[in-house]
């Protein structure tokens, strides 16, 4: 079992930044890769970006705006969004996904779940 803990959201003003951390515990972090979605209210979950077990892979839906990085000593996965607009609102979510896969960009390939964080981007 593994147990992912995400943190970092809040309510912030379009054009600011904001940096969302996942905390995991419970197996071994490197044999895990991790994946970033978001759900806003009526929509379908969707994939932001994911990152191999090592961090040597990231991988992105939309270039630009999403940094993706891993930090394997503390256990911790920290997604930046950068120039945040009011259709970045949802709830973010961080999911690990054993020995990672090529589809990295479906939610189903993801084992394990953290409980979300609300983002809200005020205009």
């Known amino acids: 079992q593994v147990q992912l803990v995400e943190s970092g959201g809040g309510l912030v003003q379009a054009g600011n930044s904001l940096r969302l951390s996942c905390a995991a515990s419970?197996?071994?972090?490197?044999?895990?890769?991790m994946g970033w979605f978001r759900q806003a209210p009526g929509k379908e979950r969707e994939f932001i970006a994911a990152?191999?077990?090592?961090?040597?892979n990231t991988y992105y839906a939309d270039s630009g705006r999403f940094t993706l990085s891993r930090d394997n000593a503390k256990n911790t996965v920290l997604l930046q969004i950068n120039n945040l607009k009011p259709e970045d609102t949802a709830v973010y979510y961080c999911?690990?996904?054993?020995?990672?896969?090529?589809?990295?960009?479906?939610?189903?390939?993801?084992?394990?779940w953290g409980q979300g964080t609300q983002v809200t981007v005020s205009s």
């Open positions: 419970g197996r071994t972090f490197t044999n895990y890769a």
């Open positions: 990152i191999s077990r090592y961090g040597a």
């Open positions: 999911a690990a996904d054993l020995y990672g896969s090529t589809r990295y960009d479906r939610a189903e390939e993801y084992e394990y």
